[in-house]
């Protein structure tokens, strides 16, 4: 972490600094001083954070995600691709079933069943991109929800909804009521 600080650039046209050992007089022309003040704020700075936006988290809980399920995700994204949001292994690999079952210590079946219900939640989309071809099937995160970083490839927007305009529109119309 880092603290934040405010810097204020004194005005010392008119000023003149005596040393009070010395007695010497210091002029302060073509010098600059800056006070620097603590706001009482610090700040963190990593390239490697993952966003979790509050309201859509909130919109999938009322969707009834599980505790495990919500573990489950977090695991899936320890290695997020920038950029495509997909959920890898290593800087080479995508994650499957059997790495995830691997790295969570539970049977491939467990791995595949909690995968089948982020993707019923719209959280976790599997599939091929065109652009990322090479890495074959892979599992991309919904970055309405979850997100490394905020630009992403426009093919990504396409595969999800996002969960708080679709809670609208899924609203009843309330003016029909009276």
Same mark, same amino acid.
């Given at each position: 972490?880092?603290?934040?600080?405010?810097?204020? @650039?004194?005005?010392?046209?008119?000023?003149?600094?005596?040393?009070?050992k010395? $007695?010497?007089?210091?002029?302060? *022309?073509?010098t600059?001083?800056?006070?620097?003040?603590?706001?009482?704020? %610090?700040?963190? &700075? %990593?390239?490697?954070?993952?966003?979790?936006?509050?309201?859509?988290?909130?919109?999938?809980?009322? *969707? $009834?995600?599980?505790?495990n399920?919500? $573990?489950?995700?977090? &695991?899936?994204?320890? #290695?997020?691709?920038?950029?495509?949001?997909?959920?890898m292994?290593?800087?080479?690999?995508?994650? %499957?079933?059997?790495?995830? &079952?691997?790295?969570?210590?539970?049977? +491939?079946?467990?791995?595949?069943?909690?995968?089948?219900?982020?993707? +019923?939640l719209?959280?976790?989309?599997? $599939?091929?991109?065109? +652009?990322?071809?090479?890495?074959g099937?892979?599992?991309?995160?919904?970055?309405?929800f979850?997100?490394?970083?905020?630009?992403? &490839? %426009? @093919?990504?927007?396409?595969?999800?909804?996002?969960?708080? @305009?679709k809670?609208?529109?899924d609203?009843? #119309?309330?003016?029909?009521?009276y």
């Open positions: 972490m880092r603290k934040l600080y405010k810097e204020e @650039k004194l005005d010392l046209e008119n000023t003149t600094i005596i040393d009070n010395t $007695g010497e007089v210091l002029e302060l *022309k073509n600059t001083v800056i006070k620097r003040t603590s706001t009482g704020k %610090s700040t963190v &700075s %990593s390239n490697k954070y993952l966003i979790l936006d509050q309201e859509r988290f909130e919109a999938i809980q009322v *969707k $009834g995600i599980k505790f399920e919500l $573990g489950f995700l977090i &695991s899936m994204c320890q #290695n997020i691709m920038f950029n495509y949001n997909i959920s292994y290593d800087l080479k690999t995508p994650h %499957s079933a059997k790495s995830l &079952s691997i790295q969570l210590n539970i049977t +491939e079946q467990s791995a595949n069943r909690l995968l089948r219900r982020l993707i +019923e719209d959280i976790v989309h599997k $599939g091929k991109l065109d +652009e990322m071809k090479n890495l099937t892979v599992y991309i995160i919904n970055p309405y979850i997100r490394v970083g905020r630009n992403f &490839s %426009s @093919k990504i927007d396409e595969l999800f909804d996002d969960p708080i @305009k809670k609208l529109i609203m009843p #119309n309330t003016n029909n009521l």
